[in-house]
């Protein structure tokens, strides 16, 4: 009996399941739908997609560089608990999905679960579904960024903050210097959290609203608007040096900015370096939380 991409489309609906594993089920339950559902709970997958809806908000930030290659990579894959991700097997999964990402570069997450994973035999998507099947929560691959080139990474705090900093050299500089350098970078973004790379990255919207806020609050503290403007000017510097990466006042010496840090830095390794971008993942960052009721946990367990 044949099946239509329509007939994949209810499968997966019907049993949250995932697109290649329904088509798998129809082909080979011949067409037949109440088939493909049992094949499916048989195999376990319905079993992963139950847990699928449940509100997965811990978990790992990721963060690699494959100095041979020159790529790196920070990757967030969420659990429902952060018991789960302390567990080395989990851990690995995620290093497995970085490394993947690394090798193949995929678009998406979609894309990445469609991949081979490293180290491995099937799927992304496969080792995945394996690993909410024996761990026992519903684990999700979020989001990851993939740079190339002269790249450095950092993890903070076992994994609730991942960084990657992308920088352009021209030149070859002392490479144990170099790395230093970019890691105390790194670290700084970590610590700092900085919205936008430099000046010219904010969009000129946030720019002329900011403006906009501050000259209300200058007016309202009773100044002139000769004097109104100026205090806007230098408060816009202001947030300039709280919001852009090298406007920041540098981690380690408060003194000077993380350009300068950046220009000096130069200087003594007799090279050229410009930071050109960079990523910072919080662990369950703008998700919504699991709200547990200790009582309520309890007597689950006892029942």
Request: contains cysteine; hydrophobic residues 40%; charged residues 30%.
């Amino acid at each position: 009996m044949a099946f239509t991409a329509q007939d994949v489309k209810n499968l997966r609906e019907t049993t949250g399941c995932g697109m290649m594993d329904c088509k798998k089920a129809l082909t080979e339950a011949d067409g037949n739908f109440e088939k493909a559902i049992e094949l499916l709970r048989e195999k376990g997958l319905s079993a992963a997609a139950k847990k699928a809806s449940r509100i997965a908000a811990e978990g790992i930030v990721c963060a690699l560089r494959d100095e041979a290659k020159k790529v790196g990579v920070v990757i967030e894959v969420n659990s429902e608990t952060d018991f789960v991700a302390k567990n080395a097997t989990f851990v690995q999964f995620v290093e497995d999905c970085a490394r993947t990402v690394i090798d193949e570069n995929p678009a998406d997450v979609t894309a990445l679960l469609a991949c081979k994973i490293a180290g491995g035999t099937g799927t992304v998507e496969e080792a995945l579904r394996e690993k909410i099947l024996t761990i026992g929560e519903n684990l999700k691959i979020r989001r990851f960024a993939r740079y190339e080139g002269d790249v450095e990474t950092y993890v903070h705090g076992g994994g609730r903050i991942g960084v990657m900093v992308k920088f352009n050299v021209e030149g070859t500089p002392d490479a144990a210097a170099f790395q230093a350098y970019a890691k105390d970078v790194a670290m700084q973004v970590a610590a700092a959290n900085p919205t936008y790379l430099n000046k010219e990255a904010v969009p000129a919207d946030i720019i002329a609203k900011e403006k906009e806020i501050l000259t209300v609050q200058a007016m309202n503290e009773g100044k002139p608007a000769n004097i109104a403007e100026k205090m806007v000017a230098g408060r816009i510097n202001k947030y300039y040096k709280e919001v852009c990466l090298l406007e920041q006042p540098y981690i380690k010496d408060g003194d000077i900015s993380v350009q300068k840090f950046t220009d000096n830095t130069a200087k003594e390794l007799g090279v050229k370096i410009q930071v050109v971008d960079f990523v910072r993942y919080e662990k369950g960052e703008g998700l919504e939380k699991r709200e547990d009721n200790f009582a309520d946990e309890v007597a689950s367990m006892i029942k």
